[in-house]
């Protein structure tokens, strides 16, 4: 059985027992959220919504922050001496599908 659900404008293709990072949410480690599902597949065959499917929803649990890997981002012109190194990290919540 896979799902996929809608998360702060994006989707994702979720079954029971994934683990998935998305972008940071204000939510507590610990804490349970009901995500929106669009389309889901199992042994009846696959329901599509319009956009979504009404009286369905997925649990997730969330297990906590996390930062993702270190981005360098460089800016250069040549022959104007015009350098600028900046790093970036994203911040992600890491939730467990319960089903």
């Not at 799902?3 to 979720?14: I, N, P």
């Not at 800016?75 to 970036?88: D, I, S």
């Amino acid at each position: 059985m896979y799902a996929v659900v809608e998360l702060s404008g994006r989707q994702y293709r979720v079954s029971p027992g994934d683990e998935i990072y998305v972008e940071k949410l204000e939510a507590e480690a610990g804490s349970e959220l009901k995500l929106p599902v669009l389309l889901i597949s199992d042994d009846d065959g696959v329901q599509v919504g319009k956009p979504r499917i009404s009286g369905r929803e997925i649990s997730a649990r969330v297990l906590g922050q996390e930062k993702g890997e270190k981005l360098i981002v460089f800016k250069y012109k040549p022959k104007k001496r015009y350098r600028k190194k900046a790093g970036h990290r994203q911040t992600y919540t890491k939730l467990k599908i319960m089903g």
